[in-house]
Every structure is written in structure tokens, then in C-alpha cells.
């Protein structure tokens, strides 16, 4: 079974710049967050979808939104990027709304210049 | 006070050895704790869950759990330099909070010397 897919794997962008980044879950997983890495840290929490509807979302400013579609795949979007935007961007997709059990995808490196 | 504590490394342990990856959290509300393997370069993969009191074993791994010491660990059995990685703790809040986010920690750098 294929796992958590992410596109792209990397990508460079300048600042003010707008990204948009894709996943698409397990298959049938109906869950799927973001979390964002920076060097050195542990992954954060930026958003949870089930079901198309946000479930939660982590203290990132309103630049960063995000949506779940009917497949469940989900897109992330940052807008006016800064440089301290840079870093790997995770999916995760778990079974249910209310399973912590995530399981993460390879991620997409971001570099803002 | 971070919420999930981790001794940033490297911890260095022998081939053979056992490797002892010690977290800490702050919510006494938390009911689900995981520990990722994370490569450089690399995403996390989920390699241990543990949500009750007491030790889970799978295969070379133990994972300990101590709710009222806000304590969790991971062993790791005959350590091979294969497992030289970061091993990041992660925690998920008790189930009356809507979200299923996990709070990670820092995470250990583990090298296993050949």
C-alpha cells in the first residue's frame, strides 16, 4: 500500500512569494494535518482536517491556510512567505478525526530567499 | 517549561548495547505518547505507541510509560549503527480537547559506534 504522498519535495521561493503545498493520505485514512520542521526541532503543529472541515489549528499566523478535499487529500498555502518561513513542511494521516496514531509523509522542503 | 522535554544528544552507545532515550512532559492530560525515528535528511516514522502504564515491547524496542512521573521512555535492544538517528517523543492531549495535534520534543540524537 502506498504511504503518505507529499508534493513537491522541494522548492524555492522568494520572499512575498505565495506556496501552495500537496498531500494525499493513506489510502483510507480520512485525517490529515501539517506540521512544519525547522532545523534542529521537532515537527509543530499547524493544521487538522477531517471530513473537509478543520478539527484544529497551532498558533501559525493567518498567512498560513489550508483545505481538505473529497479524496481527503489536503493542500497547504502560505502567503507573503518570509524567510523564516523555510523548513520541511510534514503530512500526517491517521484513520479517524480522533486517532493520534499519524503516520507522516516525506515531507517538502521549503527554502524562502 | 517546555511541554515535552528531550535530552538533545548525541547519546553514544556501543553496537550491542542497549540505548536508554529518556521525555518528559508538562500535561497531566495527556493520554497517547508515540516515539519517531527520524533519519537526517528524512520524515518521522512512527516506530513505538504507548498509552497505558507499564511497559510495550516490539521486537528490539521497549517503550516505558509513567503517568504520574510525566515519564516515557524508549529502550532499544542491541543497538546497531543502523539506528544511529534522532528519535523525536510525542504526546497527545487527553480526549476532551476537539484536535488530535501531538507535541513533540526536540529530540535525542542517537549514535551507535560499530
Known amino acids: 500500500d502506498a504511504g503518505v504522498t507529499q508534493s513537491p519535495t522541494h522548492l524555492i521561493k522568494t520572499r512575498g512569494q505565495h506556496v501552495t503545498l500537496r498531500c494525499s493520505p493513506i489510502?483510507?485514512?480520512?485525517?490529515v494535518s501539517w506540521y512544519q520542521q525547522v532545523l534542529g526541532q521537532g515537527p509543530q503543529f499547524i493544521f487538522q482536517y477531517y471530513e473537509k472541515e478543520e478539527r484544529g489549528r497551532g498558533n501559525f499566523p493567518d498567512r498560513f491556510s489550508a483545505r481538505q478535499f473529497p479524496n481527503y487529500s489536503s493542500e497547504l498555502n502560505v502567503n507573503a512567505l518570509l524567510l523564516g518561513d523555510s523548513a520541511l513542511y510534514l503530512c500526517?494521516?491517521?484513520?479517524?478525526?480522533?486517532?493520534?496514531?499519524?503516520?507522516f509523509g516525506p515531507g517538502t522542503r521549503l527554502t524562502v530567499t | 517549561q517546555k511541554e515535552v522535554e528531550q535530552n538533545s544528544g548525541p547519546l553514544s552507545v556501543p553496537e550491542g548495547a542497549i540505548a536508554s532515550l529518556n521525555c518528559t512532559y508538562s500535561d497531566r492530560g495527556s493520554q497517547s505518547f508515540f516515539w519517531y525515528r527520524q533519519y537526517s535528511g528524512k520524515s518521522p516514522e512512527l516506530i513505538m505507541s504507548i498509552y497505558s502504564n507499564g511497559d510495550k515491547e516490539d521486537g528490539r524496542f521497549t517503550a516505558q510509560l509513567n503517568k504520574a512521573s510525566q515519564y516515557v521512555s524508549l529502550l532499544i535492544r542491541d543497538s546497531q549503527p543502523s539506528d544511529s538517528a534522532t528519535y523525536l517523543c510525542?504526546?497527545?492531549?487527553?480526549?476532551?480537547?476537539?484536535?488530535?495535534?501531538?507535541?513533540f520534543g526536540s529530540g535525542t540524537r542517537l549514535q551507535v559506534q560499530p
Open positions: 500526517a494521516s491517521s484513520f479517524a478525526a480522533g486517532s493520534y496514531e499519524q503516520y
Open positions: 489510502s483510507g485514512h480520512k485525517s
Open positions: 510525542a504526546v497527545g492531549l487527553g480526549l476532551d480537547t476537539g484536535r488530535r495535534a501531538l507535541t
